[in-house]
């Protein structure tokens, strides 16, 4: 069965540092989304992205944050400057194109950020 | 997006049927109730989506009221792996609409 993959799954740096995390959606599928869980919480919405664009994001997704789809398979959260605050799990999901049914976003299992 | 009310922990035995209980009252017309569970700070895991019609898979099954206002996941033999939080959302189903998931129901399946 298909499934979405990120590496790494953790990923330990210093505070100030720039990071990038990395997610293969599943090959078929347009959408692409990132999501946060700071450990305890929910889990968050940050952005999802279309056709090279930005669809929607959320007030999370500040200019520190930016996503990319640098080739036909891999999609990329890049933080700047990373706060110590930022330290989370981060999910990448993808789903299909939207159909007349419903759109089903499947989630990775998650790269674990720590901050230090 | 809807707001929807989960109790905060629930037990089942191994074997029996897991009834996992969702309130969305203020569900609009064109919103789908999802399920979805997330096992020990995986990735959350799609288990079934639902309008107005009740729904199965290999998973489970959903049964929603036919007002619109409440729905049950149904797990008709609880396993161990199934512990985990289910969160019941509402959402327009829509590519690249946002999941708000909420605290989710922790579901402890026992021996």
């Known amino acids: 069965e298909p499934e979405v993959t990120q590496t790494p799954s953790h990923q330990v740096t210093q505070m100030g540092q720039e990071v990038i995390l990395r997610c293969v959606p599943i090959?078929?599928?347009?959408?692409f989304y990132w999501y946060r869980q700071i450990l305890g919480q929910k889990v968050e919405f940050l952005v999802s992205?279309?056709?090279?664009?930005?669809?929607?994001k959320s007030e999370i997704f500040d200019d520190q944050f930016s996503v990319e789809r640098p080739d036909g398979s891999n999609f990329t959260l890049k933080i700047r400057s990373t706060k110590l605050e930022d330290s989370a799990m981060y999910f990448c999901?993808?789903?299909?194109?939207?159909?007349?049914?419903?759109?089903?976003?499947?989630f990775g299992p998650g790269t674990r950020l720590t901050v230090l | 997006d809807a707001k929807t009310t989960q109790p905060t922990s629930m037990d089942c035995a191994e074997g029996r049927a897991a009834n996992l209980p969702c309130n969305h009252s203020?569900?609009?017309?064109?919103?789908?109730v999802y399920w979805y569970r997330q096992i020990h700070s995986q990735g959350p895991q799609y288990i079934i989506h639902?309008?107005?019609n009740n729904e199965t898979n290999e998973m489970a099954s959903l049964i929603i009221t036919e007002d619109r206002k409440s729905s049950t996941l149904i797990l008709p033999h609880a396993t161990l792996r199934d512990t985990a939080v289910y969160y019941c959302?509402?959402?327009?189903?829509?590519?690249?609409?946002?999941?708000?998931f909420g605290e989710g129901t922790q579901l402890t399946v026992n021996p």
């Open positions: 999901a993808s789903s299909e194109l939207w159909h007349p049914s419903t759109d089903t976003q499947y």
């Open positions: 090959s078929n599928h347009l959408y």
């Open positions: 992205f279309y056709n090279n664009e930005i669809s929607e």
């Open positions: 959302i509402g959402a327009l189903g829509s590519s690249g609409s946002r999941l708000t």
């Open positions: 203020t569900i609009s017309g064109n919103e789908y």
């Open positions: 639902g309008l107005k």
